[in-house]
């Protein structure tokens, strides 16, 4: 990501069938962020991502489905600007797709496996992000801009 937009983080993260480490931040009840790295994958621009169901990132998820995201790395650090989105716990056969999508690759499968047996059935929270339209429309604003003060 040479130019770092809100528009060129969604299209990065929403990037169909690739894996993303992504910073995730949900938000406590007194509204202060915590960061935390994810791993996502994208379908249909959405974005989708599994924990353990007793974290507390789960937990602050459940009272508060606002979240930002940004290219992250394993560390925790912010690899470009953020975006915002809202969180939504999948059960059932939407969970079972959303674990399938999140199977991509080497490192998906693997994850996959460790879920599997460490956290199986409901002790997994699958989430699917769907992210806010005025980050999209702010990106393309700012695309068409620039495209027209060129024209």
């Not at 480490?21 to 599994?50: E, I, W």
């Not at 199986?120 to 999209?136: C, F, H, N, Q, S």
């Amino acid at each position: 990501m040479s130019e770092k937009t809100t528009h060129t983080t969604q299209a990065y993260l929403t990037t169909p069938g690739k894996g993303h480490m992504t910073l995730l931040t949900s938000f406590r009840r007194n509204g202060a962020g915590v960061g935390t790295p994810v791993g996502t994958v994208a379908s249909q621009g959405k974005l989708y991502f599994m924990t353990p169901a007793d974290t507390w990132k789960a937990k602050r998820l459940a009272h508060n489905p606002h979240v930002t995201l940004a290219p992250g790395n394993r560390k925790g650090d912010a690899l470009g600007p953020a975006i915002e989105g809202t969180a939504r716990r999948l059960y059932a056969e939407e969970a079972k797709h959303a674990r399938k999508l999140l199977r991509i690759g080497i490192i998906g499968r693997f994850f996959g496996i460790v879920f599997n047996r460490k956290y199986p059935g409901e002790k997994t929270a699958v989430y699917e992000i769907v992210l806010d339209e005025r980050d999209a429309n702010m990106g393309r604003g700012s695309i068409e801009k620039v495209q027209s003060a060129h024209s």
